[in-house]
T-cell receptor, first 108, second 116 residues
Framework: GQNIDQPTEMTATEGAIVQINCTYQ??????LFWYQQHAGEAPTFLSY????GLEEKGRFSSFLSRSKGYSYLLLKELQMKDSASYLC?????????FGAGTTVTVRA | GAVVSQHPSWVICKSGTSVKIECRSL??????MFWYRQFPKQSLMLMAT?????????EQGVEKDKFLINHASLTLSTLTVTSAHPEDSSFYIC????????????FGQGTRLTVV
């Protein structure tokens, strides 16, 4: 099975930056996803990393180090609407396994 | 992108009855569909992998006789919760990929099941 760890909760101020870390242990690694999920809704895709390095997409960036089994999602210029759960998910053997999610609360 | 439609969005049923949830890929053919369950404040847990034209592969601890999965066509998979009990109340989400080895998964809207 997969072992995916991420912090349970984080709080930040509007306009600030927050970094959500994710560590994983898996066999047959095919890539790592970050999803955003608002309560009661399905996850929405944020990013996908399969090679080491940083992928930047607007206010969101994601980093991957395969040798360390480590990824982070960086949220810049936080907005109130960014308050949500952020899920780290690893794909291996063509199946997606999710971490427990990090609830980010953005305060004014 | 690609669109996956899940129906119904929510359902309330009596204990002991069965409920069917549909997952459709609207603008692509989905060789593989996945069914997840999510309890409040927990992450998505994979229940089973459904491949068109073959039997579903269930994750450990998921009862195949209770959660019946049918993937009869390349655009439709169904999950039937049989003899539902209150502990089956959960958020069920399907996802679909375009092919085996295709890494991106497209999610349905989810189904909130409440068993009373």
């Amino acid at each position: 099975g997969q072992n995916i760890d991420q912090p349970t909760e984080m709080t930040a101020t509007e306009g600030a930056i927050v970094q959500i870390n994710c560590t994983y242990q898996t066999s047959g690694f095919n890539g790592l996803f970050w999803y955003q999920q608002h309560a009661g809704e399905a996850p929405t895709f944020l990013s996908y990393n399969v090679l080491d390095g940083l992928e930047e997409k607007g206010r969101f960036s994601s980093f991957l180090s395969r040798s360390k089994g480590y990824s982070y999602l960086l949220l810049k210029e936080l907005q109130m609407k960014d308050s949500a759960s952020y899920l780290c998910a690893v794909i291996s053997d063509y199946k997606l396994s999710f971490g427990a999610g990090t609830t980010v609360t953005v305060r004014a | 992108g690609a669109v996956v439609s899940q129906h119904p969005s929510w359902v309330i049923c009596k204990s002991g009855t069965s409920v069917k949830i549909e997952c459709r890929s609207l603008d692509f053919q989905a060789t593989t569909m996945f069914w997840y369950r999510q309890f409040p404040k927990q992450s998505l847990m994979l229940m089973a992998t459904s491949n068109e034209g073959s039997k579903a592969t269930y994750e450990q601890g998921v009862e195949k006789d209770k959660f019946l999965i049918n993937h009869a066509s390349l655009t439709l998979s169904t999950l039937t919760v049989t003899s539902a009990h209150p502990e089956d109340s959960s958020f069920y989400i399907c996802s679909a990929s375009k092919g085996i080895g295709d890494t991106e998964a497209f999610f349905g809207q989810g189904t909130r099941l409440t068993v009373v």
